[in-house]
């Protein structure tokens, strides 16, 4: 058990998930953003219960690793909806206060339309 909690942990570190090749660009522009300091799973993980937490990176680490050994990824990687909900709702909970003061926002603020490539900049941007 203490070795499965152990790797659950060490999965969470950036370099475990940017050690795939498919993820070598968004790690790239991971490392350039003012956002460096947080973990992939900061933003990538549902901040709800640890069960919740537990199934959810399984299930998406199995299917990363199936498409990374089979090398199926597309060259532009294109985030699900419920990735988007995800980092959304963890945008809104690490940004909260900040977008509390801003009186445009009518409703749940869309944070991905405006800054969705604060941390993960277009290829172009990062090659450029």
Known sequence: MALLIEGYHASAD???????????QVGASWQMSNHKQFACTECHMPASG????V???TRAGLHDLWHES???????????STAKRIAQ????RCHRSTIERVAAFSGEPQ??????QIVHK???MIEG
């Not at 640890?50 to 937490?53: D, P, V």
């Not at 089979?70 to 699900?80: E, F, G, M």
């Open 50 to 53: 640890a069960l919740t937490r």
């Open 55 to 57: 199934f959810y990176k």
């Open 70 to 80: 089979i090398r199926d990824y597309p060259a532009s990687l294109v985030t699900s």
């Open 14 to 24: 950036a370099t475990a998930c940017i050690a795939c090749h498919s993820m070598n």
């Open 111 to 116: 944070c991905m339309r405006c800054h969705r």
């Open 122 to 124: 277009a290829k172009r």
């Open 89 to 92: 709702g963890n945008c809104i």
